[in-house]
């Protein structure tokens, strides 16, 4: 058998396995869990490795999990991933009544992706053929929300950092991991489409709580000291900082009031918020930060208040590999055709598969199915095939291209990456920021 035909092999038996896989995407979009919390998602993935016999680990990071296919060697190891968390949209028709969690960010997909390639290259008994090793992973709580259960978390020892890949490099879970790839979907693209390359913001998560001095808002006004007024203050400081944000930067600062005081008829005495400072470069984002906290601080001393500032990790921008993104198009191409692939220009959010490829080659490209746009009420599968079973096609391709005979293309791919810094680097980076 040569490499197309194991390629042909592998996306003929995940058509034939077409509704497992559907129904794992619609099963989990229907099933929203947050970040840690991904309880129902994890067994599901589970329960499938079960059925491929994929040896597995279970309960990392508390939800997330990993199994290797073996290769006829273990030269390279190439991870496909897929996340389980879901994001926050109240208003969204799938909405988990309680939690107010919702799949309107296509992590849904990703795990039937994910698990979709495992499936193909699985029944194709693939691994015969392969150089090395393909690990499937499924990664908690990439969306950056609940900061506060997140500390939780942390105060008690369960984590360290509040991203889940961040976790998995801390434990280890990723040291042997040669090569990194996942897919996202992308709003508005609700046709088989893929796009290639591109990178994304990081950001840094800030904590703040402004401290005042109660008092009865109507009777004694004058004995308290307003933390929202500080807040307020603080919050209009950032806005007047905003031009001063250089445009190649990409800087976005975005914060939210999660508490705004406790009675109506009561000063404000403790005021919290939640914000990102994002943009392209860890320099761009520390420097940006800096000009947020003088906001912040200078609101707290407007009017006599306290403020309390926690920096909490947030991502590191995406860099995604040449060489991988180039080997991924070519797959793509031949799945889908060449007038369906095409460059991307990458996004202002940001995802915590940046913090990996700062440390191994990988890439993040973004594919269709997807009517609505992401993080709303409008977010849905368009096109099952598209979102679930093109991506799981082209990742299985692309670990075949990399594993082949002796894994020749994921030794170049590895010997070409230039790491921006090592593991130990990074976690270093990561706590001095936090711990000053």
């Known amino acids: 058998m040569d490499k197309g035909q194991l390629k042909a092999k592998v996306c003929e038996a995940i058509d034939r396995r077409a509704k497992q896989i559907t129904d794992i995407g619609d099963r989990i979009f229907n099933n929203p869990e947050l970040g840690f919390k991904e309880h129902d998602t994890a067994a599901l993935v ?13 309960k990392l990071a508390i939800t997330g999990l990993r199994a290797d296919l073996k290769g006829k060697q273990s030269n390279y190891k190439v991870v496909i991933m897929g996340e389980l968390d879901a994001v926050l949209c109240h208003d969204h028709p799938k909405a988990h009544p309680e939690t107010g969690a919702t799949h309107a960010c296509g992590h849904n997909a990703q795990i039937a992706s994910m698990l979709g390639a ?11 053929w392969l150089g090395g090793d393909v690990v499937f992973i499924a990664v908690p709580a ?7 259960f997140r500390q939780r978390l942390r105060d008690e020892g369960k984590i360290e950092f509040f991203g889940g890949k961040q976790e998995f490099i801390r434990l280890g879970i990723f040291d042997d991991i040669d090569i990194a790839m996942m897919v996202h979907t992308e709003s508005e693209l609700p046709g088989k489409a893929i796009r290639v390359g591109g990178g994304s913001n990081g950001f840094l998560g800030k904590a703040v709580r402004y401290i005042g001095k109660e008092a009865h808002a109507g009777g004694a006004p004058f004995e308290g000291v307003n ?25 976005r600062v975005h914060p939210i009031i999660t508490k705004g005081g406790d009675l109506v008829n009561i000063v404000p005495a403790d005021v919290r918020l939640e914000t ?23 609101g707290a001393m407007a009017v006599g208040a306290e403020v309390d500032i926690t920096e909490i990790p947030g991502y590191l921008p995406l860099r995604s590999d040449d060489n ?6 070519q797959n793509a191409i031949e799945l889908i055709g060449a007038d ?12 915590d598969m940046g913090d990996l490829t700062h440390l191994i080659p990988g890439i993040h490209p973004v594919t269709g199915g997807i009517k609505g746009t992401a993080h709303t009420r409008t977010y849905m ?25 002796q894994a020749e293309l994921a030794q170049k791919v590895k010997r070409e990456f230039q790491p921006a810094m090592s593991k130990r680097e990074y976690l270093d980076m990561w706590r001095q920021l936090v711990n000053g």
Not at 324 to 329: D, G, K, N, V, Y
């Open 324 to 329: 991988l993104t180039e080997i991924f198009r």
């Open 227 to 251: 933390a929202l007024n500080a807040a307020m203050l603080g919050l209009m400081g950032i806005h007047a900082q905003r031009e001063t944000f250089r445009d190649e930067d990409s800087i």
């Open 276 to 298: 990102y400072v994002r943009g392209r470069s860890i320099e761009a984002i520390l420097e940006a930060n800096k000009s947020v906290n003088r906001a912040l601080r200078a």
């Open 46 to 58: 589970k329960s499938t490795f079960e059925e491929l016999n994929l040896p597995f680990q279970e």
């Open 142 to 148: 990439e969306e950056y929300v609940e900061l506060e």
């Open 340 to 351: 369906l692939v095409e460059d991307w220009g990458g996004m202002g959010g940001s995802t």
């Open 381 to 405: 599968i368009a096109d099952p095939e598209a979102a679930y079973l093109v991506p799981a096609k082209v990742m299985a391709m692309t670990a075949i291209d990399l594993l082949w005979d």
């Open 118 to 128: 495992a499936i193909g290259l699985v029944e194709a008994q693939a691994a015969q």
